[in-house]
């Protein structure tokens, strides 16, 4: 006999059943991914692969995006920011999710040896010049798994409640994307999410395993250009003129003492200068030379201390060398980027929806090791909008064990050699989307 106190529970139990995001290690979800990209997303993402296009370039990839989403009955806005796309699906009353994905590649001549490497090439706004292009970042990645977790919610309308919000950014490479949609007033427009959430596929993980951290997973960034002014010469008689090749380079190497003598040893920051030209021929001393750095901290202080002395001893530098104060080295100060820093509420919530759906083995806590940068932040502080960025492992294991035993390296991002398993990392990037967004658009009876 079920006595009434009996009923309650069972009735209790059964209501927290149904508000519960589906479980199982939800095999449907797994089984409807793994077949979506069989004999679909595969080939989506060797299309992406093979077809990049550079920084605010990005016209036909943001075309087929917008294709994409629309044919999966998402309203489409294209032209945002540049090459920016925004897709709407309204689902009822509910919290809007923004879940966005960077499309540009890099100017990077693939040599990863896949059978779909790029053989792109394009014109580069920056140089004027026809270079090489690569996703030798792995936005293809991002941009294939959020056509995937667009089929799956769309096909799960019964599942979730509210407004999802998928954005194609342009020219994350360059910091500008982010802010060049924002400034078309993306939320006045489209409304601000309640959430906001990314993911960055990554080289240094095992492939298809989520790494979601509670602090910062990707450092503020800051792009500086020294302009180092001399005094052209023969180089037969380098007395007669003051040499900016020797003041660049003794620049460089004083630059590499912020990091090591003015940083606390607990203290990240990195100093580093990427680019270093000057001159025309062997025999002729130049009248200047050009540095292009970047900047990397996870601190308003620590940049305020790298940029403060870079300035100060770029300047001073010139004075070493015996310039005079109107030719003095020139820094510029241009693209900046903040911290990304998960909300730590969120962060712990989703890990612990991915580590209920998709096994615990296959989540992680993982501090990020290098000082990467991203303009997510962009979207996420002022206003504020809570916010996670996550990781997803693109490296077989097997490929870790071998250069453990002093075979080939895994590739890091942005070398020629870059190369991911695109299957696990993109099925992983949808599963971990797709749950993250049914916990936090719940089902709402009407």
Not at 13 to 40: F, I, N, W
Not at 236 to 263: F, N
Not at 335 to 362: C, F, H, Y
Request: overall charge neutral.
């Amino acid at each position: 006999m079920i006595t009434k106190i009996m009923k309650k529970k069972i009735i209790l139990a059964l209501g927290l059943m149904l508000m519960a995001v589906p479980t199982l290690a939800d095999e449907p979800l797994k089984q409807a991914v793994a077949k979506d990209y069989d004999k679909y997303l595969s080939d989506l993402f060797v299309y992406f692969h093979k077809n990049p296009e550079l920084s605010l370039q990005e016209h036909k990839t943001a075309a087929r995006l917008a294709q994409e989403l629309k044919a999966e009955g998402f309203e489409m806005t294209t032209d945002v920011g540049g090459t920016g796309i925004v897709a709407i699906m309204k689902n009822g009353k509910g919290p809007m999710v923004m879940m966005r994905a960077d499309m540009d590649g890099l100017p990077v001549l693939e040599k990863s040896g896949l059978p779909y490497a790029s053989e792109a090439t394009q014109m580069s706004l920056l140089t004027k010049k026809m270079v090489p292009v690569t996703h030798a970042c792995g936005h293809d990645v991002h941009m294939t798994s959020l056509v995937g977790t667009a089929r799956r919610m769309a096909a799960m309308k019964d599942k979730w409640s509210g407004t999802l919000m998928l954005i194609g950014q342009p020219a994350e490479e360059r910091g500008l994307g982010a802010k060049a949609m924002m400034r078309e007033n993306l939320w006045q427009r489209f409304g601000k999410p309640d959430y906001a959430l990314a993911f960055h596929v990554l080289a240094e993980g095992v492939a298809g395993v989520i790494n979601v951290t509670d602090g910062s997973p990707f450092a503020g960034s800051d792009t500086v250009d020294i302009i180092v002014h001399g005094i052209g010469a023969h180089g037969a008689s380098p007395h007669t003129g003051k040499d900016p090749v020797l003041l660049g380079s003794q620049i460089v190497v004083a630059l590499q003492t912020l990091v090591s003598r003015e940083l606390s040893p607990r203290q990240p920051g990195v100093v580093t200068v990427g680019s270093f030209h000057s001159g025309t021929k062997h025999n002729i001393i130049s009248d200047q030379a050009h540095l292009q750095l970047t900047i990397r901290n996870t601190s308003p202080k620590t940049r305020k201390i790298l940029l403060d002395g870079i300035k100060r001893i770029a300047e001073n530098m010139g004075r070493v060398a015996g310039l005079p104060e109107d030719l003095l080295p020139e820094v510029i100060f241009g693209n900046t980027s903040r911290p990304t820093i998960n909300n730590a509420d969120l962060a712990q919530r989703l890990r612990k929806v991915w580590q209920n759906q998709m096994g615990e083995d296959a989540v992680v806590n993982i501090p990020p090791t290098g000082m990467g940068a991203e303009d997510f932040p962009v979207f996420t502080t002022e206003p504020t909008i809570p916010s996670v960025y996550f990781t997803v492992g693109g490296t077989p294991k097997e490929d870790f064990a071998r250069a453990k035993a002093g075979g080939l390296a895994v590739a890091s991002h942005h070398s020629p050699l870059f190369k991911i398993s695109p299957a696990p990392a993109v099925k992983s990037g949808i599963e971990a989307t797709v749950y993250a967004l049914l916990d936090l658009m719940p089902h709402q009876v009407k």
